[in-house]
T-cell receptor
Framework: GQNIDQPTEMTATEGAIVQINCTYQ??????LFWYQQHAGEAPTFLSY????GLEEKGRFSSFLSRSKGYSYLLLKELQMKDSASYLC??????????FGAGTTVTVRA | DTAVSQTPKYLVTQMGNDKSIKCEQN?????MYWYKQDSKKFLKIMFS???????INETVPNRFSPKSPDKAHLNLHINSLELGDSAVYFC?????????????FGPGTRLTVT
């Protein structure tokens, strides 16, 4: 099975940087995903890491360390529209995505 | 240009009724999924079909029965609805071989059982 942990809530100021950590313990690993979910909407794909290192995509970056079972999502130059829940998900050997409980990020002016 | 669509978006029904949710994807993916997101926002896989074959079947009451008539469609039928079935149900699709592997989600169906 998979055990995925991430903080419940984070608050930051507009224009700042926020880092959301995710730790996982898995019986198989075939990649880690980050999704964004605004209230009342569907999750949308942000990033995918399968090898160690940093993946950068505009204001969002994601990092993976497989040996440590650790990932983070970095959100730079925060905007009000970034207020949302951020979900860490691990893909196991069986095609299954197991999700963490999500981190609610609140951006304040 | 809707990628993954679900109907209905809202479903309000009484305990004991039977209801269905439909899902369609036009992304050419070979695998489709049903997820349940409860009031605590935890997203949990229920079922998955790959090329019309059931590949993931989590511990879900047998009142829930998925059906995939073809690769682009996945339906979910729920018998004898219970209060605890109230949740948002998301359909998703992806590739599982060759990549990219990210799943694309439908808009969700908010089911309320009274």
């Amino acid at each position: 099975g998979q055990n995925i942990d991430q903080p419940t809530e984070m608050t930051a100021t507009e224009g700042a940087i926020v880092q959301i950590n995710c730790t996982y313990q898995t019986s198989g690993f075939n990649g880690l995903f980050w999704y964004q979910q605004h209230a009342g909407e569907a999750p949308t794909f942000l990033s995918y890491n399968v090898l160690d290192g940093l993946e950068e995509k505009g204001r969002f970056s994601s990092f993976l360390s497989r040996s440590k079972g650790y990932s983070y999502l970095l959100l730079k130059e925060l905007q009000m529209k970034d207020s949302a829940s951020y979900l860490c998900a691990v893909r196991g050997n069986d095609y299954k995505l197991s999700f963490g409980a999500g981190t609610t990020v609140t951006v304040r002016a | 240009d809707t990628a993954v669509s679900q109907t209905p978006k809202y479903l309000v029904t009484q305990m004991g009724n039977d209801k269905s949710i439909k899902c369609e994807q036009n992304l050419g993916h070979d695998t489709m999924y049903w997820y349940k997101q409860d009031s605590k926002k935890f997203l949990k896989i229920m079922f998955s079909y790959n090329n019309k074959e059931l590949i993931i079947n989590e511990t879900v009451p047998n009142r829930f029965s998925p059906k995939s008539p073809d690769k682009a469609h996945l339906n979910l039928h729920i018998n004898s609805l219970e209060l605890g079935d109230s949740a948002v149900y998301f359909c998703a699709s992806s590739r599982v071989t060759g990549g990219p592997y990210e799943q694309y989600f439908g808009p969700g169906t908010r089911l309320t059982v009274t």
